[in-house]
């Protein structure tokens, strides 16, 4: 996941949001990709959720 890591998200909070449902992802092969626009649109759905 080297978007993740280019914005500051390590591996294992990636899998942790990933987990959680907050980053859509898909696998090829035995890797695992993250959705760019949904990297891009998890700090406003973060402040959506921490305002609730």
Not at 8 to 26: M, Q, S, V, W
């Amino acid at each position: 996941m080297p978007e993740c890591t280019k914005r500051g998200i390590g591996r294992t909070k990636a899998y942790e949001l990933a987990n959680a449902g907050l980053l859509e992802t898909f696998s090829i092969g035995t890797k695992r990709y993250v959705f760019l626009d949904s990297l891009l649109s998890l700090p406003e759905r973060l402040a959506q959720r921490g305002a609730a």
